[in-house]
């Protein structure tokens, strides 16, 4: 069995369960005032996540995006630490626990798990969800604030997703800087926006200075070589339209591509890929166009023609984001 698919396809049913119960104009009201707060200043005093119609529109209109974007980041860094599988998982500014069920996807099995978040509606909404989950049966869910006065305990694997965005620059260090104490394996993912790959980079920066080797995207720990300003390093995670989707967006596609920024880190050797698809690949007649981020810490564009073959033939099967060339 395909786990990703199922537990993907349990979290569809247990977010379609919820929703049951709150008629369809209040969800749809519930999620255009968290928009209309999420455009608003962030970081903020207090939880954004109030009470449980807030919450319950986040989890039904973001979790399937926020799952999506951490469960394929997590996939490209499973594939640089091939023998490497958490024994344990901390979910910081877990919320509802999109990264608990994306790392339940990646690796198989259950392993202590820890979702920490100061918006307790989220945390107790997050519990209830992940009664459909058996690997997280017995996850904690615990009230924590971000600041100078967290403390991690030790564990495998740190997560931190969508949740920089929300901090201000002095508690985006103290955050990144107690993962790095913590854990073994730091994942950190963003919104595929100019700012939130800023803030990835500066997450980088601070994982590599505290001796961290990064294991993707990128093909090494030096530095990335976008000038900044001129570009942003980001990938795409596609994510099938719920029926409130469609109410509150309109429109009748059945899926909308989910944009993220990420970097996955480990204290212990990684294999990272030679290279990576940076852009969608352009397809043209007989050639296909690759953007690729390479180990010489330099972007390169590749044309790959009918000439070449079995690469050609891989590189049309080549997706943003991909390992290239692919494993053999
Ligand atoms: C956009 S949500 C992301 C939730 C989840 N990680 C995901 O990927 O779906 C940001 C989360 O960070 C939490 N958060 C923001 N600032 C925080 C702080 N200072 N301390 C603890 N949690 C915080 C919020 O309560 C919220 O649950």
Redesign the pocket.
């Given at each position: 069995m395909n786990v990703s698919v199922s537990v993907s396809e349990t979290l569809r049913g247990a977010l379609t369960d919820l929703l049951d119960g709150l008629p369809p104009k209040q969800a749809g009201q519930a999620v255009e005032r968290l928009i209309a707060n999420?455009r608003g200043a962030t970081?903020?005093d207090a939880?954004?996540?109030r009470d449980r119609a807030d919450v319950a529109a986040?989890a039904a209109y973001?979790?399937p995006a926020?799952?999506e974007?951490?469960r394929s980041a997590l996939e490209a860094f499973a594939d640089a630490v091939p023998q490497w599988s958490p024994a344990g998982h901390v979910?910081?500014?877990?919320?509802?626990?999109?990264?608990t069920w994306a790392v339940s996807s990646t690796w198989d099995g259950t392993r202590p798990v820890t979702v920490?978040?100061?918006?307790e509606p989220?945390l107790a909404l997050g519990r209830e969800i992940a009664a459909a989950n058996p690997a997280l049966r017995d996850a904690r869910w615990q009230r924590?604030?971000?600041?100078t006065a967290l403390a991690l305990d030790p564990t495998d694997l740190v997560?931190?997703?969508?949740?920089l965005?929300?901090?201000a620059a002095p508690?985006r260090a103290v955050l990144v800087d107690a993962a790095a104490s913590a854990a073994q394996a730091v994942v950190i993912?963003e919104p595929g926006t100019p700012d939130g790959y800023a803030r990835v980079i500066e997450a980088r920066d601070r994982l590599i200075a505290a001796g961290f080797r990064v294991a993707a995207p990128c093909p090494h720990s030096a530095a990335c070589p976008i000038v900044p300003g001129t570009d942003w390093c980001h990938f795409s995670a596609r994510v099938s339209r719920s029926s409130l989707h469609r109410q509150v967006k309109g429109g009748s596609l059945p899926y909308e591509d989910e944009k993220f920024s990420y970097v996955a880190a480990a204290r212990f050797p990684v294999s990272p890929v030679s290279a990576r698809v940076v852009r969608r690949p352009q397809i043209r007649k007989g050639q296909v166009l690759l953007d690729l981020c390479e180990t010489e810490e330099r972007l390169s564009r590749t044309t790959v023609t009918k000439k070449h073959g079995d690469l050609y033939r891989a590189a049309r099967d080549a997706d943003w984001g991909d390992a290239w060339p692919p494993a053999p």
């Open positions: 999420y970081p903020t939880p954004i996540l986040y973001r979790m926020t799952f974007a951490v979910d910081v500014g877990g919320g509802t626990g999109a990264a920490l978040d100061w918006a989220a924590a604030r971000i600041g997560t931190v997703s969508y949740v965005n929300e901090l508690d993912v």
